[in-house]
């Protein structure tokens, strides 16, 4: 009679818990002394599975198509990057516009651009739609792409950092996030494996938060702009949706996308950060603050 192996298994994600969290876009990364060796897309997958006995460690994937086998001897660390959103939540301006909202680390970020014209107080943000008059302005403000309102239903609203500043844009609860709320986003994406090559240095987020959508084409890996069905697994949805600068022109729709920060650099000039389709980074830019940039919310 053969001696029986010393088996065990131990069910790591069981099928209900992975199909209700499991992005189109999520992935498993295994490491090997801070060296990326294998990656895994988690689409379809029903449960994972840790397989050990007296010779071989192995984790297995298993997906309607079938089991996928992966030896882990050596591998010290396992990253699963998720895109995890609270299931139905959303959060209501004064307005009743219905936002997304998201979950990244410690973080509940709206999930869409803010489209109010409204203070959260109920006061009407003014509309500027001339050129010279809105490079004049020094008081709040916001203008929709073009002028048009059917941009501002796919991009949501321009706003001047003077309408930032002052603390009532955002709903109730929320507010424009700082600089350094910005940057708590960037370290947790970047330590959470959502650069574009899975590595967990160096800023390379811009996929991971990039809509897949809507975007210009580039041919270098990592852009934004090559092969865009692979972008936003962080679920970020950041949209291409231009902006108003020198001049009071509009431009940049398709190119690029820009977000306010509530942190003056200097005087005259605000902090926000900026995505391009040529890009693979999430860059920190100072503006005019008369420019017109779109904004996101984060939940106090």
Not at 12 to 20: C, D, K, Q, R
Not at 80 to 102: C, H, M, P, R, W
Not at 189 to 207: E, F, Q, V
């Amino acid at each position: 009679m053969k001696n029986k192996r010393n088996t065990k298994y131990l069910l790591l994600l069981p099928a209900l818990a992975v199909a209700s969290l499991l992005q189109a876009q999520d992935t498993l990364y295994l490491y090997k002394q801070s060296q990326l060796v294998n990656k895994h897309a988690l689409a379809q997958t029903d449960s994972i599975t840790y397989y050990q006995d007296s010779k071989h460690d192995s984790l297995y994937l298993f997906k309607s198509t079938g089991a996928v086998h992966q030896a882990i001897a050596g591998i010290d660390t396992l990253r699963f990057t998720n895109t995890i959103s609270q299931s139905g939540a959303t959060v209501t301006d004064v307005e009743g516009n219905k936002y997304e909202t998201l979950i990244l680390g410690t973080q509940t970020w709206m999930a869409a651009n803010l489209n109010a014209t409204k203070y959260n107080d109920g006061t009407t943000i003014p509309n500027v739609t001339d050129a010279t008059a809105w490079v004049c302005l020094t008081t709040g403000a916001y203008c929709n792409y073009n002028n048009k309102e059917s941009n501002a239903t796919t991009y949501g609203r321009l706003y001047n950092w003077y309408a930032v500043n002052t603390g009532k844009l955002c709903p109730t609860g929320w507010h424009v996030p700082s600089d350094a709320e910005w940057t708590t986003l960037e370290t947790y994406l970047i330590a959470n494996g959502y650069n574009y090559d899975g590595s967990i240095t160096g800023n390379k987020i811009a996929k991971s938060m990039a809509s897949t959508t809507g975007w210009n084409s580039s041919t270098n890996e990592g852009e934004i702009g090559n092969n865009p069905s692979t972008n936003n697994s962080s679920g970020f949805t950041a949209l291409p949706g231009g902006s108003r600068v020198s001049g009071g022109t509009f431009g940049f729709v398709g190119y690029g996308g820009n977000w306010w920060s509530s942190t003056e650099f200097s005087t005259s000039l605000a902090d926000g950060r900026t995505l391009f389709y040529y890009g693979d980074s999430l860059d920190d830019d100072g503006s005019d603050e008369f420019s017109g940039f779109s904004v996101r919310c984060l939940r106090n």
